[in-house]
């Protein structure tokens, strides 16, 4: 009994330990989850304060990135609504236009199907037609060979000297009134490229003057015949190979010869023999040095020549040789600025031709470098000048155009005609020749003379470089038909009389001055 009560004491400890336990991890489950659920919401607590905070911050910097900006993200959003508003109806109406144009490219294609059959019905015809004219053609052939009793062959030969004659004929005509007109056309073009290159010349000019003598004073007459003694002279004269001529009643010293370059070098050591005292001993002492002062300012002259106008790789002796003509002359015009005239004009007018403007510069600049030696051999300057640049390897365009400059060889290069019209256009200027003055001065008082002869004309003057007689006359005596009469009698007259190259243009002006004079001297009334 006490067992059995020990045994159920003990059971109903255990089950009330066992029920205890139970209880007890039950408590502290649900303690535990109740902690679980309290840090839950505090980090849900604390995950929403960040969220909160982040959207908070994220709002101010929406703010301050969009804010200033807020108008225009604004304005945008309404251009892109309006755009997108565009594209749609701009989309509308784009597939209207495919659908009407697809419509139009069918009746296209149901043109074009009857079109094709009508052009088969068309060829068909063609060829119908052609046949026809085949048998025509032989039938006609063979009655008229039948009526006129000629072969066909001979017929057909007949027929094409005629149409060859006839189009020989017409085509000559045609051809002989296309070079009249270009004829016409190429002069009045030649003239206006002339003129566009005279404006665009601007290099200045100033008549230059050889001095073939050395001056002195009165003062100096004596000392100057003691120092040139003949002797000296001698001795002077054959180292400059020049005649000396020591003239006392012009007070100079006269230095003849053909040489440019040697009558320079007499007249520069005659200048610095009259500065020396000890001439005797010191004269070719002093040669030497002027020898040598000549020879480098020839080179120099040259050089600047050649830099002047743009010329690489010409030849030493060229330059040299070019350089010498600063001391030759032709009618009065110095030859070295010449050639730099006749390089330049050359030049212009060849730019105005499109074609090589330094090439046309070299030609001009070579063109009278022979005048630098037709003292020492035989032939025309233009000829031995051709000569030499032809030696110091030249081109064959230049080489031409040089010795046909004054046709001793017929000029046949565009190159060749331009240094011939430069070469007159330097060497006829007015002033540039002694001889141009003169015959341009005879022939302005020739044309005067004519005019004044009749005893109508009031006035007369010359212009245009004497290629314009400009006549006034009195209106009191000459009427309108009568000044018609005396233009074309001074134009006879001066056609009779005169022998000038060229036109000369008449012109008579009738004039009627009517003037009145009133008296202002009395004061108007107020």
Not at 118 to 129: G, I
Not at 300 to 314: P, W, Y
Request: aromatic residues 8%; contains cysteine; charged residues 30%.
């Amino acid at each position: 009994m006490d067992g059995q009560v020990l045994a159920l004491s003990f059971g109903l400890t255990s089950v009330l330990g066992v029920a205890g336990f139970f209880l007890f991890r039950m408590w502290a489950i649900r303690a535990a989850r109740q902690e679980e659920e309290a840090l839950i919401q505090d980090a849900r607590q604390q995950l929403e304060m960040v969220e909160l905070e982040l959207q908070e911050k994220t709002r101010e910097l929406e703010q301050e990135i969009f804010g200033p900006h807020e108008k225009e993200l604004a304005q945008l959003e309404e251009n892109i609504e309006d755009r997108e508003q565009q594209l749609t109806l701009e989309e509308a109406r784009l597939d209207q236009v495919r659908k009407e144009l697809q419509a139009h490219l069918t009746q296209l294609q149901n043109k074009v199907g009857s079109y094709e059959e009508k052009f088969l019905a068309f060829q068909d015809q063609v060829t119908q037609l052609r046949l026809r004219k085949v048998n025509l053609s032989q039938q006609f052939r063979k009655e008229l060979v039948q009526k006129l009793h000629v072969r066909v062959e001979e017929l057909l030969e007949r027929l094409a000297e005629s149409e060859l004659q006839y189009w020989q004929n017409y085509y000559s005509r045609w051809v002989r009134s296309q070079e009249l007109m270009y004829q016409d056309q190429a002069e009045v073009r030649a003239k206006n490229y002339l003129a566009r290159s005279l404006i665009r010349f601007h290099r200045p000019y100033c008549a230059e003057r050889g001095i073939p003598y050395v001056t002195f004073t009165e003062d100096e007459l004596q000392e100057m015949r003691s120092k040139f003694s003949d002797s000296v002279l001698e001795q002077i004269s054959q180292i400059v190979g020049c005649d000396l001529i020591f003239s006392i009643e012009r007070q100079m010293i006269i230095v003849g010869g053909y040489d440019p370059v040697r009558r320079e070098f007499a007249r520069r050591l005659l200048e610095r023999c009259r500065r020396e005292k000890n001439l005797e001993e010191r004269l070719h002492l002093l040669a030497t040095q002027v020898k040598k002062e000549l020879l480098q300012n020839i080179k120099r002259d040259g050089d600047l020549l050649a830099k002047e106008l743009g010329l690489k790789n010409l030849h030493v002796e060229i330059r040299k040789m070019m350089g010498s003509l600063r001391y030759r002359y032709s009618f009065t015009q110095n030859q070295y600025f010449h050639c730099a005239e006749v390089g330049w004009l050359a030049g212009l007018m060849a730019s105005e031709l499109k074609l090589d403007s330094l090439v046309a510069r070299r030609a001009g600049m070579l063109h009278d470098l022979g005048k630098a030696m037709d003292h020492e051999f035989e032939g025309g300057h233009a000829v031995i000048g051709a000569n030499f640049i032809e030696k110091y390897g030249e081109s064959a365009d230049v080489v031409h155009a040089v010795r046909a400059h004054h046709y001793d060889e017929t000029p046949s290069t565009p190159l060749a005609f331009l240094v011939i019209a430069a070469d007159a256009v330097s060497g006829g200027r007015p002033g540039a020749r002694r001889s141009t003055v003169e015959s341009f001065t005879q022939k302005v008082t020739d044309l005067q003379n004519i005019a004044y002869s009749f005893p109508e004309v009031r006035d007369c003057i010359v212009l245009n470089g004497g290629r314009e007689c400009r006549v006034t006359v009195d209106s009191q005596k000459t009427t309108d038909r009568d000044a018609l009469l005396l233009a074309r009698a001074i134009a006879q007259k001066i056609e009779a009389e005169c022998s000038y190259p060229g036109q000369i243009k008449v012109v008579v002006m009738r004039q009627t001055w009517v003037h009145e004079t009133k008296n202002l001297s009395k004061a108007s009334p107020k």
